[in-house]
């Protein structure tokens, strides 16, 4: 079958006619070159359009109305004719006016994914469609492109005509005039815009001969520069910026000149040719441009002959005819572009050879032998363009010298579209032999042996052999396929193929697999040559996992950190630094999480400047704006990094301010973190500086006690709590800098037997910073400075130890005066000091408390057995001082002695307090803190012991009221056995004020026991108290027993409420009516009111409702009624009530048990809504949104 070229053919005589020239081009053949496009199409086909695998079928009508058929070829066996390209069926259709059938025919290559530049050049250009007015075209002129489209409205392009919108039934003009105008006003602006830019350009090259002769006459004169050139160079300039890594200063720069795009060169001027970088241009500025005759031509590449089929490149298109002008001009610019050319591979040989020598140095730095004279025909076969080739010494034709090539990205590859077969290869391998060694380094491939493919005996010629591998489809015209044809053969060239393989990689793993790429793309960031294709790297690990979890992040900070060793500081703050600040007001939380973490992980490996600076700032900011807490926990233990990494002693009040900030965080989780990393890690920096007891420490106090001059009307108990937290956390510093200080330091001595630090030695620390052998150094050398230290202090005394003695002199006496001034009542802020002087004390040890902090005290105190008065000089044992030194310095050490000492001081003070009739605030938080822990029960029950057997009624009063206090939280074995015997002893006294003070104790019993035995023994006291006739005229005792009923009632027994509480409160309420006295009277009624209250929210049977709570609330409303009106409302509602719960309950023992069917409906009913509330499982908020009435 012969083959049929369409374009061999004329569609008619009448075209043939027209067009004689086109027709003779038409049947030229494809190696002269492919069809031109037509007149007015700027655009001429470009030289690498690759050959048709199809061509499209089909009929269409022309303008003209005729038609053309267009079908597929194929070559003959032994013919020389190559497939039809689609870029020369494209030039055809354009040629001929088939518009339709080119625009069909463009669509089916976009779909194909094979987009043609000349159709897109073509459909893309406005120019093409607009309508032609003004005298018609001449009878031999094609008609022009506006001509047969004339329903084309205010569009740019025919891409995006939308063919539904228009009829063939005639034209729309009234609805096309005012698209018609729009684009006209476009496109005479475009016109403006280009005429302008003509416009500059040709000032530009105007400049005056007579100027021209001065400047060269006086070379010490300069000519001003032009715009043009200041723009390009700018360009050169920020494009040298940015190869330097100096990013901040290519943003600057960019500001001051935001007239010009930088990011694209055409914006300096069209059709002028870039020029080097500026470091080429000061390395050549002083070397002569090369003159032609120096030059060979050099092949390194490959027959096409020998290709496939389907990879020849298209033939060279016809050049369209030029003026002679014109050609001028090309000519120049060919040949500034070729002295360029030269000046970059000169510049690319020295690197070459400097590279090499540094290769040779490597080699002989490792020993290793010299490498064998290696075969490099085979490198010529099989790297046809690899860059190693080297010089062939034995030949003594010129014209056989390679030149180095530059180490680009396609001169790396082993291509396997383009590989020769080697019975085509006009020079063998065995002629190109050199004796020269070729420099290689261990950690590149190796050169492989000569590849021989065995060859058939046949005689097949070159065209069918093509045209039968053409027959083998290779995807090399796509991206893919272009990577996959060709592979890399030196490290360079794998971390350019992975640079651009990895942004398309990277979209289409899954997201819970996608930590597998991190090595890879850490790699190819590290070695890659390119900044931005290393920052699109990188910016592709920052957004890897939309929101990473925990592992995750640490896979990515280990491979940050891996990085930033690997890149060291320059690279790091100009290509990761970047990333973080990019995403430090990410939406998602977790990303924001990375950033903070990731500034912390590379702290170490950044320019001082910038982690003291930049850093620094970014971390503030995150903590003073973020929401989440997760983020701020991290950015405090990333400030803490930077706090041990920090030298700038500016930035000390920063890290204060810092480090208040971050303590009044609400969440916990921030706090926490404050206390075990930043705080140690900012008291290792003020260590250093001399300034964590001259400065850090006294600013803390300095603001306790502002706190407490302000407080007077009311204490805010947050603040003071947090900076106590934070001077509490600053104890194991202060202790090692005490050490550290010593005399003794210098003959601290690690060899010998140091004997091992007891567990109990210091406190538990709140994380391994807060370890005071970790501020030491090593557990070793704590022990022998610990020992020195005993020795020091119970021996040798504190003479020019400045440490110790700002310690025993200032900080100490300070902290007694503010402990002073708190609010003894206040049971958190004694509880916070105390907890603070127990870690004081046992971090300083036992010597130092005994012979140091207790005397202190002991001398505020001042008790002794002959001073049991509190004179008025002496009222600090109503303070707070009490039991803060009872709690928080006597139970620091839990032997015998100290037990002794802790118990004599409790028993001083609760006489003297007793003989003197003063508060017993003081006691009482003693005991209440104490008594909180079991282990001190013991201990209490001995003081309280020591006052039920004292002679003073005083005491015993006391020691009743303090009862109170331990029974909670005791065992009821221990209350069994010594708390109910010493009350029962107390209330066998005479004194009337002493069983009273008994009653409050037996309430507690009766809420907290459940005993039989021991509850019917504390009942029968007091029924005793409530039917004993002695007791009747006793208001006091009535008082106290109302108060306690009102506060143990709702969580006793039940039993114990309905047949003791309940009825005896009637029994009083009654007794109340008939007081006389009005005081006592109102007194009564007011506890009995505040006691019913509390009863009322219990559940009471309907018998004792009617028989005693209903007539109790009726005679305590006969007492509201006549003494306090504002009360008997409350009661009146309370009355009715009672009255409705009676009144419901009769009615359904009347109505009996419920029928079938309405308990079918209430289970039904209870069905439901255990559904609906089932499903609420999230918030209570939702929980709450349920009972909401519906608007």
């Given amino acids: 079958m012969a083959s049929v070229n369409p374009f061999d053919l004329s569609d008619s005589e009448e075209e043939a006619e027209r067009r004689p020239n086109e027709t003779a081009d038409t049947e030229r053949s494809p190696s002269d070159g492919a069809p031109g496009p037509p007149p007015g199409n700027p655009f001429p086909p ?211 000149n935001d007239d010009q795009d930088f990011e694209l060169w055409d914006d300096v001027g069209l059709n002028i040719p870039k020029p080097p970088d500026l470091l080429q241009l000061y ?162 491939l190796k050169s492989r042996p000569p590849v021989v493919f065995d060859q058939p005996n046949r005689k097949l010629s070159p065209a069918f052999q093509q045209a039968l591998l053409s027959f083998c489809r290779m995807c090399s015209d796509s991206r893919l396929g272009a990577e996959v044809s060709r592979i890399a053969d030196s490290e360079e060239s794998v971390m350019l193929m992975l640079g651009r393989c990895l942004p398309h990689i990277v979209p289409n793993v899954l997201l819970a697999k996608r930590e597998e790429l991190i090595p890879l793309i850490l790699c190819t960031a590290c070695l890659h040559p390119e900044p931005k294709e290393r920052d699109q790297l990188l910016h592709i690990l920052f957004n890897l996992i939309k929101r990473p979890d925990e592992e995750q992040r640490q896979m990515i900070l280990t491979g940050c950190v891996a990085f930033a060793r690997h890149v060291g500081p320059t690279r790091v703050e100009a290509e990761l630094l970047p990333q973080c600040w990019e995403q430090i007001n990410h939406k998602y939380p977790e990303r924001r999480l990375l950033v903070a973490e990731s500034c912390g992980a590379l702290a170490p490996y950044l320019p001082k400047e910038i982690r003291s600076s930049l850093v620094l700032s970014m971390l503030q900011q995150m903590l003073a704006e973020d929401k989440a807490d997760m983020v701020r926990e991290a950015v405090v233990k990333s400030l803490s990094i930077i706090m041990g990494y920090i030298d700038d002693p500016d930035k000390y009040s920063q890290g204060f301010e810092l480090m208040l900030l971050s303590l009044g965080d609400p969440s916990e989780r921030v706090v926490s973190a404050v206390h075990q990393v930043f705080i140690p890690a900012f008291a290792a920096w003020t260590t250093e500086l001399g300034t964590l007891h001259t400065a850090l420490i006294p600013s803390l106090l300095a603001r306790i006690e502002k706190l407490l001059m302000q407080g007077e009307h009311g204490l805010d108990e947050h603040k003071l709590h947090v900076f106590l937290s934070a001077l509490q956390s600053l104890i194991p510093p202060l202790f090692g800098v005490v050490l550290q200080n010593a005399p003794f330091t210098s003959r601290a001595k690690l060899h010998g037997d140091i004997p091992p630090i007891e567990v109990t030695r210091f406190p538990r620390p709140a994380s391994p910073l807060q370890d005071v052998s970790t501020i030491i150094g090593s557990r070793e050398m704590l022990s022998a400075l610990l020992i020195l230290y005993d020795h020091q202090l119970e021996h040798e005394g504190t003479t020019s130890w400045d440490s110790l003695l700002w310690v025993v002199n200032q900080f100490l006496p300070q902290l007694i005066d503010i402990v002073g001034r708190i609010n003894v009542t206040s049971s958190t802020c004694v509880h916070e000091f105390s907890r603070f002087f127990w870690r004081f004390c046992r971090t300083f040890g036992k010597i130092f408390t005994n012979t140091k902090v207790k005397p202190q005290f002991q001398e505020i105190l001042r008790l002794s057995e002959e001073n049991v008065d509190v004179s008025p000089g002496n009222d600090i044992l109503t303070k707070a001082t009490v039991p803060i030194y009872a709690t928080g310095v006597l139970t620091c050490y839990n032997q015998e002695d100290d037990r002794k000492l802790l118990v004599g001081f409790l028993e001083d003070v609760m006489t003297t307090l007793s003989l003197s009739h003063a508060p017993l605030d003081s006691l009482k938080a003693s005991f209440v803190e104490l008594g909180a822990n079991p282990v001190y029960h013991e201990l209490l029950l001995t003081v309280l012991w020591y006052g039920v057997v004292h002679t003073s009624a005083l005491v015993r009063c006391t020691a009743a009221r303090m009862f109170e206090l331990v029974l909670r939280g005791m065992s009821e074995a221990l209350v069994d056995r010594r708390a109910a015997p010493a009350l029962i ?16 104790a037996f309430g507690t019993i009766m809420e907290t026991v459940t005993q039989k035995e021991l509850l019917e023994r504390v009942k029968m006291q007091l029924a005793s108290f409530l039917e ?76 004792v409702m009617m028989n005693h709570f209903l007539p109790g609330l009726r005679c305590l409303h006969a007492d509201m009624e006549q003494l306090s009106p504002e009360h008997e409302v409350i009661l009146n509602s309370m009355i009715k009530e009672c009255e409705i719960k009676v009144e419901n309950r009769g009615m359904g023992d009347a109505q009996g048990s419920m029928s079938i069917a309405s308990s079918l409906v209430g289970e039904d009913a209870k069905t439901k809504f255990l559904s609906k509330m089932g499903q609420l499982t999230t918030s209570g908020a939702m929980l709450a949104n349920v009972f909401q009435r519906k608007k």
């Fill in 46 to 256: 470009p030289a690498d359009a690759e050959p048709p695998t199809l061509l499209l079928c089909g009929n269409r009508t022309s303008p003209s109305g005729e038609g053309i058929s267009v079908s597929a070829t194929s070559a003959m066996a032994g013919s020389a004719e190559t497939r039809v390209s689609v870029d020369a069926i494209a030039a055809q259709l354009l040629r001929d006016q088939y518009i339709l059938t080119a625009l069909e025919f463009h669509t089916e290559l976009l779909e194909a994914g094979r987009e043609l530049p000349r159709l897109r050049d073509y459909f893309s250009n406005p120019g093409n469609f607009e309508r032609q007015s003004g005298t018609p075209p001449a009878k031999d002129q094609v008609l022009g492109p506006g001509g047969p489209l004339n329903r084309a409205g205010s569009i740019s392009t025919l891409d995006s005509l939308d063919f539904a919108r228009y009829s063939d039934d005639g034209n729309r003009e009234s609805d096309e005039r005012v698209a018609v105008l729009e684009f006209e006003l476009r496109k005479a602006k475009e016109t403006i815009q280009a005429l302008r830019a003509n416009l500059t350009q040709a000032a530009e090259s105007e400049v005056p001969s007579q100027e021209r002769k001065n400047f060269k006459s006086s070379p010490e004169i300069q000519e001003p520069i032009r715009p043009l050139e200041k723009r390009a160079l700018n360009f050169l300039v920020n494009e040298y910026l940015l190869k330097s890594e100096y990013k901040l200063s290519a943003i600057t720069f960019s500001d001051e």
């Fill in 1028 to 1103: 004993d006739p002695q007791y009747q005229d006793q208001h006091s005792l009535h008082m106290e027993i109302i108060r306690t009923f009102g506060r143990v009632g709702p969580n006793a027994e039940p039993r114990f409420r309905d047949d003791f509480v309940l009825p005896h409160l009637h029994k009083l309420a009654q007794a109340n009516n008939s007081q006389a006295v009005e005081n006592k009277r109102i007194d009564i009624a007011t506890q009995l009111f505040e006691a019913y209250s509390a009863l009322s929210c219990c559940f009471i049977s309907e018998e």
């Fill in 283 to 444: 390395r050549n500025c002083w070397t002569p441009l090369p003159s032609p005759r120096d030059m060979v031509d050099v092949s390194v590449g490959v027959d096409f002959g020998t290709l496939p089929g389907n990879c020849i490149a298209q033939d060279p298109p016809k050049k369209p005819d030029l003026s002679k002008q014109q050609q001028t001009e090309v000519v120049q610019e060919l040949e500034y572009q070729i002295s360029l050319l030269n000046i970059e591979k000169q510049s690319l040989a020295e690197q070459i050879k400097k590279l090499q020598s540094e290769i040779q140095t490597l080699k002989r730095t490792v020993s290793s032998p010299p490498p064998s004279t290696l075969d490099l025909g085979s490198q010529n076969t099989s790297h046809p363009s690899s860059s190693s080739t080297t010089t062939n010494t034995s030949s003594s034709d010129p014209v056989s010298v390679s030149y180095p090539q530059p180490p680009t990205d396609n001169g790396q590859y082993l291509d396997i579209r383009g590989v020769s077969e080697p019975e085509t290869d006009p020079n063998p391998p065995s002629a190109q032999n050199t004796s020269q060694p070729h420099p290689q380094s261990h950690n590149k």
């Fill in 985 to 1000: 002893t107390l209330c066998s006294g005479p004194e009337f004020s002493v069983r009273i003070s008994t009653i409050p």
